[in-house]
Every structure is written in C-alpha cells, then in structure tokens.
C-alpha cells in the first residue's frame, strides 16, 4: 500500500476550497485513499513524516508578506507552524511542491524577499524554461514555453539562498524555483483548469482583480492551453509516491 501525500490548505471560502480539494489531487493521479487533506487554518497537527510520500502546500487568501500586526492570529499561528515543518521536511528531504502561496512562505523562511512589486491579476500567462528547468524532472516532458494560471498580490522579489529559477514570466520574473532536491514550489496554478480558475474569477472580484475587467479575463483566459502544467503535479507525484 502507498503511503498519501499532505495536501496543507489554509482556505475557509467554500467554492475555492471545494474546487482546490477535488482539483489538485484529480491532476496528481491521485485516488482520495492516496491523499490527506490538512487545513492549517483550523489544526496544526504532529505530523510523523515518515508516514507520507510527499506534501502540497496550497494556495492560500492570506497574504504571506503582510506585516505581522496585520495578520490574523491563526494566519500567525499556521506559519509558525509551516516554518517547522519545512525545517523538518527539508532536513529530512521529504518532498515539498508549494504552490503560490507555498512559494511565499517558504522563500521568506530561507531568507528571501517576497513583496507586490510583481503581483499579477487572475490571467493566464506564459512560462519559461531556464536552463536549469530544462533538466529538472518535475519539468520533465514539458515544453520550453507553456501556460498556466496566475492571480496573486505579492511575489518573490529576491531569491532565498540555495534557490534555482525553473521557470519566468514576462510580468515576475520568478515563476518556479527549486531548493535542494526535495522543494520545489511555484508561482502559478497547475492544480487550476479552466474550470477552476472560473472559480476563482466568481469568487475574487476586486481582489485579485478589478471587477470591471470580469469579462475581458474570462475571455483571456479561455485562449490558453494549461494543459502542460499539469505534467508538473504528475512527475512530482510520479518521482516521490513510495
């Protein structure tokens, strides 16, 4: 029998978390027996790491950069809690794929800077390889260039050490970075089809974008092929599930 994946979530938005729930472990290949879904927002487990393939760290409505004072209590207490849990999975070189929120807040726990010069809104945007990308296995059977949904406030600003660029856009430069060889993390959404992020577009109106430009993103991000993303979740899941 496999052991699951963590699936770390922080969402408390019914139809977001409802499409990210069925979502992320449908693109992974995973059946629900093969995935624990974690809601950080609402417990902090003792996790035996042992006992698991791998974790997504999820996105998030919270806001990773924000100032401290101006964070819930939970929001402070779930981070203090994924700072340990990434000092364990990384010194214990368990496999992490953050995802948006989860490139965030491990960049700030390395010692990076992530702050909303380079936030984008909802879109769908072009990803390109780096050298280093090209023989990454989580990018294995990719194209050089290819799309994926985006909608965020804050970004990487500088690199944590020991952080290697995978894939830039146009808008942030930062799209998908490496550490070591166990974390991984991304900017954008592979989890999101078009589906999802309509979702997304339903429920962030003026949040992740302005309200009036509704429509002008729903018709843009009808145009791109996502697809290829996808590979990302697989080959992570591919490479790790024991």
Known sequence: MTKPFLMLTSRDDGPVL??????????????????????IERELPDLDLSQYSGA??????WDAGADDHLKEE????????????YDRALA???????LCYGLGTLTLHLGGVIDTHHGEDISGIALTKTDAGRDDP??????????????????????????????????TPIQMVRVGQGAWA???????????????????ADRYYP?????SIRAQVATVDTDPSRLILRNFVRLFQR
């Not at 991304?186 to 962030?204: A, C, K, S, W």
């Not at 309200?211 to 429509?215: I, T």
């Open 18 to 39: 409802s499409a990210e729930s069925a979502d992320l472990p449908r693109f992974s290949g995973l059946t629900a027996s093969e995935i624990r879904r974690v809601r």
């Open 56 to 61: 997504f760290v999820c996105g998030s409505p």
């Open 74 to 85: 939970r929001q402070v207490r779930a981070e203090s809690w994924l700072r340990s849990f």
């Open 92 to 98: 214990e070189s368990f496999p992490i794929l953050g």
């Open 138 to 171: 989580l990018l294995e059977g990719t194209p050089d260039r290819f799309h994926s949904y985006v909608g965020h406030h804050e970004a990487v600003r500088e690199l944590a050490p020991g952080m290697q660029v995978l894939l830039a856009g146009d808008a």
């Open 186 to 204: 991304t900017q954008f959404h592979p989890e999101m089809d078009l589906n999802g992020v309509t979702v997304r577009i339903n429920q962030y």
């Open 211 to 215: 309200a009036e430009k509704a429509e």
